[in-house]
């Protein structure tokens, strides 16, 4: 069995504050991290490796700094890792991030390939969808469990309020959520091999078969107009008075405004 | 693509059970309010099975067209049998812009669509404008966990897509005295185009209600302490019949159900009233909660940047602070 994860290595928005003056990021000093949700999609794909010996890829698109997610990656039990990394990739929207990544995938055979749900920088849940309608198969996102039964894959597919149970047939894509699973550690073994035994592949635009027009900033049907932080709302009042006295306070506030 | 044929504004209108979404109605609202604008037509897609008697709601929530997909496959959502029926409709009726709320459903629907028609998509838009000059879709959206506002645009393809949360929008007032077309659509589907299979549907919090419809919501932070010490701001909320909230924090420390969490990765909720009790107010917190009418913030930390946004605040220890508050309600009714 052929598993192909897409990981993205982003910025651990957690991490990341804003300069009360001047309304910025501040973002120096940021750690970069696997996306939970992707990581969550490999310590999947490495449960199914242990159980019945899947063979793992973990393929990135990104700037050459990647590289050390990937090793993460292959550090925690992945046995290939693809680095997309091309100039023409940069400014990429979703759809041309899919583009990308499926015509990678295209290159490779797979059975099952898993996405993150959803990246902490850009919260968009897209790209995994996208992949999937590229390369034509089924779909199944918000993954909460995953197994294998019959050489069909047994899923519980999360929503607002519920759950469906899904049986779908490979290849299909799935995208996972960080409620799924605890990722493993890196073991000590496994970052020797990561460093010295396994090597990332590096594939530029000449490793893939795309329409070149479809891809980077030009080949994006969406395009930033401006981003900016919000505007600080003006703070109300602020006591510090001893709680009997905030009780009053707030029931005063509380009847000025007619909610009681 | 020429783009001076696509025209209009279409709504995508989710049901489960045969329910019509919540967040549906709030995009027909937004909807008719951009159709105006752009002195167009407003449209809603509406997909599902026996489904028919239900069209005329969306007419009386701002629609001027329904199209109705009623079909057996598609009484349930499922991946392909919803993009291939949209995918049609969207390239017959050539609309100049697409809503879809942006559910577990929605965001799994929109990116396939936008994919096979070959468009852009933006993604959990929190205000959408038409530029006075380009008649383009202004689509605003918080990124970098809710740290930063990005607008984007789709200049050279159409539609121009967008995924728009829950609880942002404002529906209008339901009103049986307008009038719209209810359009039968035929699709044919058959069951190969299911692709997976549905062994069992569970709903699991059907009986609880929901923090996004409540008025008053009390939220616990970190400060809260420990699972046990959230029964006051139960009993606090129960005085003003309201719900129990949580940060991420919370959720993750398993003192309330994910269900119940605020935030950027959580719920976007606008009550009139909001207790952030013991929430130091982080971004992605804040993203989810900030539009709330009356904010009252109780924090030991006077520097806690929930304080920011906060109409009252309070620098003081929630857990004698609460107390003393359902006291003096408890007094303030009796005088009522």
């Avoid at chain 1, 100039?87 to 991030?97: K, V, Y």
């Avoid at chain 1, 309020?161 to 995208?175: H, N, S, V, W």
């Avoid at chain 2, 913030?297 to 107390?323: M, Q, S, W, Y």
Wanted: some cysteine.
């Amino acid at each position: 069995m052929n598993i192909i994860v897409c990981i993205k290595q982003v910025p651990d928005t957690n991490e990341v504050r804003l300069d009360p003056k001047t309304g910025t990021l501040i973002r120096e000093g940021v750690p970069s991290i696997i996306n939970p949700d992707d990581k969550s999609g490999l310590e999947a794909a490495l449960v199914l490796k242990d159980k019945i010996g899947a063979k793992v890829t973990v393929l990135t698109m990104g700037p050459p700094q990647a590289d050390l997610a990937l090793r993460e990656a292959l550090a925690m039990g992945a046995d290939r890792a693809i680095l997309l990394t091309d100039r023409a990739f940069a400014g990429s929207d979703t759809l041309a991030t899919s583009s990308v990544l499926a015509s990678a995938i295209r290159e490779m055979d797979y059975d099952l390939i898993i996405a993150g749900r959803q990246a902490i920088d850009g919260d968009t849940a897209q790209v995994g969808p996208q992949i999937a309608e590229h390369l034509d198969i089924a779909q199944i996102s918000y993954v909460e469990e995953l197994e294998l039964v019959d050489k069909a894959l047994v899923i519980k597919r999360a929503f607002e309020g519920g759950y469906f149970k899904i049986k779908a047939q490979m290849p299909c894509l799935i995208t996972t959520l960080t409620e799924m699973n605890t990722p493993r550690y890196m073991s000590v073994s496994g970052i020797f091999d990561a460093y010295r035994e396994k090597e990332v592949e590096k594939w530029t635009s000449e490793n893939i078969t795309i329409n070149k027009e479809t891809i980077g900033l030009n080949g994006s049907p969406t395009k930033v107009k401006k981003s900016f932080t919000k505007g600080v709302k003006a703070a109300g009042k602020k006591y510090e008075v001893d709680h009997k006295e905030a009780a009053k306070i707030i029931i005063e506030n509380l009847k000025e405004k007619y909610i009681i | 693509m020429n783009i001076s044929e696509y025209k209009g504004v279409m709504v995508f209108a989710e049901q489960r059970d045969g329910e019509i979404q919540k967040v549906s109605l709030e995009l027909l609202g937004e909807g008719r309010r951009l159709a105006d604008e752009l002195k167009t037509d407003l449209t809603a897609i509406f997909l599902g099975h026996d489904i028919r008697n239900k069209a005329n709601e969306l007419v009386y929530y701002g629609a001027d067209k329904v199209v109705v997909a009623d079909h057996e496959i598609l009484k349930t959502y499922m991946t392909e049998p919803y993009t291939k029926t949209m995918t049609k409709m969207v390239n017959e009726y050539k609309p100049d812009i697409i809503l879809v709320g942006a559910t577990a459903f929605g965001r799994d629907l929109a990116p396939r669509v936008s994919a096979r028609v070959a468009t852009g998509l933006t993604a959990d838009c929190t205000s959408l404008e038409v530029d006075k000059d380009t008649s383009l879709l202004l689509m605003t959206r918080p990124a970098f966990g809710g740290n930063i506002m990005a607008t984007i645009i789709c200049p050279d393809h159409r539609p121009q897509m967008s995924t728009v949360r829950a609880g942002v929008m404002l529906k209008l007032e339901r009103d049986e005295s307008r009038k719209g077309e209810i359009v039968d659509y035929s699709i044919s589907l058959s069951s190969d185009d299911k692709r997976v299979e549905i062994l069992e549907i569970v709903n699991e919090e059907k009986t609880k209600a929901n923090i996004e419809d409540a008025n008053i919501l009390v939220s616990g932070g970190r400060g809260v302490g420990k699972k046990e010490n959230f029964d006051i701001l139960e009993k606090l909320a129960h005085e003003f019949k309201g719900l129990v909230s949580g940060s991420r924090a919370t959720v993750d420390a398993g003192w309330v159900d994910r269900s119940q969490q605020v935030g950027q990765t959580g719920t976007t909720v606008r009550p009139d009233l909001y207790f952030a009790c013991g929430i130091s107010g982080a971004i992605q917190h804040l993203a989810g909660m900030e539009e709330s009418e009356f904010i009252i913030a109780i924090n030991k930390n006077a520097e806690a940047p929930i304080f920011d946004v906060a109409d009252l605040g309070i620098v003081g220890d929630l857990h004698k602070v609460i107390p003393a508050v359902i006291e003096e309600l408890k007094k303030a009714k009796k005088e009522a």
